[in-house]
């Protein structure tokens, strides 16, 4: 028996490691608002109700009844986003400028392994949102072009996860109590380009832009717990350590604590209720600590000489997060689920920061969303989401860098910026379910 776990275990874990983590535009600053189909289709809702292999990417409690599964998913994400100013700038590119790259995919995948009636084991590869920005040097800001003056400019960023999860049902008296743990292994890449205009405020200007991919790798935990406080009514939250990263070296220059970018702890509870036996409605929150990470929340002003990089130095500015998620699930017959969900999530940029989040301008409020579940055969299934973000901006005054007559910087009377999003994103995956008793790796059938 150990040997076939070890066996899968290794298969799985050698799928999920070889997929790309790609870039895209995310709901919960650069979270996804949910992994995989399922989650996706029901808004980012359900930490109190999994039903398929991605469950440890949300609560590592769910798996704990599931049938043997694996599943493999994609997702296909289109963003649309950039910035427009009014008045004279002097830090940015004026006008209406958009960023290219709309297109990217986002893998996932994941794989339940059954212990016995009240126990399970499981492993999930899946991966945020990150950021990505792509703009021209066509936007003219001298010397160079550019957004920022220093030709072609932008942000990718990508952080991939692999999972291993171990849960355990009790029987108490207040209603069965599961509890699961995932240690989790992290890694991010960055890229940053068309910023070393900003060299003379920069605590090493030789690691500040243009410098390629960097690697960061890393790692936490995350842990949950489901409540079954009645036979139709559940409970469950789960919560994440932050994702303690390697600093990105090639870019000390620029992010805050030379390079350190962890990935923010977070944590989530919601409520599950069966209407009927074949009717689930769901309702989470979720907040994620970006405030309590240097590189994300320290102030983004003022920029002062040699002040980019330091331990104390400008961030991002994002404040904490809250979302809400409503879901609904509709098992119509034993070949078709329908699913949708609705998700709202605060926006983590400050008015004040607006300048530097041209960058990265993650402003999704509103998401709303839709779904099914197809099994053409006994095994075998096929799931689809969409979702759709719709238009946000931000308006906020331009923000100047240290100068001879402002010793501290401060904001541009004449000018605001306003960078923008939209997005929509369609997600396709596959599930396969070993019939009980069958032990084989591959599948013998579909």
């Known amino acids: 028996m150990q040997k076939h776990i070890s066996r899968r275990f290794a298969l799985a874990a050698s799928a999920l490691l070889l997929a790309d983590a790609s870039s895209a535009i995310a709901g919960d600053g650069y979270f996804m608002i949910g992994y995989g189909p399922r989650q996706k289709a029901l808004g980012g809702a359900g930490v109190a109700d999994q039903r398929d292999a991605m469950a440890i990417s949300t609560n590592p409690a769910g798996i704990v009844g599931l049938e043997r599964q694996f599943q493999q998913g994609v997702d ?19 006008g209406y400028v958009r960023s290219g790259r709309a297109w990217f995919p986002v893998p996932n995948g994941g794989y339940v392994q059954p212990i016995d009636e009240k126990s399970a084991w499981s492993v999930s590869g899946y991966v945020n949102g990150g950021i990505n ?102 409970f469950g939250f789960s919560g994440s350590t932050p994702m303690w990263m390697s600093r990105l070296d090639k870019y000390s220059g620029i992010i805050a604590d030379y390079g350190r970018l962890n990935i923010p702890a977070n944590m989530q509870a919601g409520l599950a209720y069966d209407v009927t036996p074949s009717l689930t409605l769901m309702a989470d929150w979720r907040h994620i600590f970006y405030s309590m990470e240097r590189s994300t929340g320290n102030p983004s002003n003022p920029i002062t000489i040699s002040s980019l990089g330091q331990t104390a130095g400008p961030g991002f500015d994002w404040t904490d997060v809250d979302a809400g998620a409503i879901g609904a699930e509709w098992r119509y017959s034993p070949s078709l689920t329908l699913r949708a969900g609705y998700h709202y999530t605060t926006n983590p940029i400050r008015a004040r920061s607006v300048t530097v989040n041209i960058l990265t301008p993650i402003l999704m409020r509103h998401h709303a969303s839709i779904g099914a579940n197809y099994a053409f055969t006994r095994n075998s299934s096929l799931d689809f989401a969409f979702v759709y973000g719709f238009k946000n901006a931000m308006t906020g005054p331009e923000w100047l860098p240290q100068t001879p007559a402002l010793p501290f910087g401060g904001p541009n009377p004449f000018a605001t910026v306003t960078p923008w999003v939209e997005a929509w994103e369609m997600n396709l995956g596959y599930n396969y379910k070993w019939d009980v008793g069958d032990n084989s790796i591959i599948p013998t059938h579909f």
């Open 133 to 234: 920005t792509s703009y021209d040097w066509h936007h003219w800001r001298g010397p160079n072009g550019g957004p920022f003056g220093g030709g072609f400019a932008g942000v990718d960023l990508r952080q991939g996860f692999i999972s291993m999860a171990y849960a355990r049902r009790f029987d108490t008296s207040v209603g069965p109590i599961t509890l699961g743990f995932a240690p989790t292994m992290a890694v991010q890449m960055l890229n940053l380009q068309g910023v070393k205009t900003f060299a003379p405020y920069s605590s090493n200007p030789w690691e500040l832009s243009d410098m390629s991919y960097d690697w960061s790798w890393g790692g936490g935990v995350r842990a949950g717990l489901v409540w079954g406080v009645t036979d139709r009514f559940r």
């Open 76 to 94: 296909i994400v289109n963003g649309d986003r950039g910035y427009y100013t009014s008045g004279t700038p002097a830090v940015v590119a004026p």
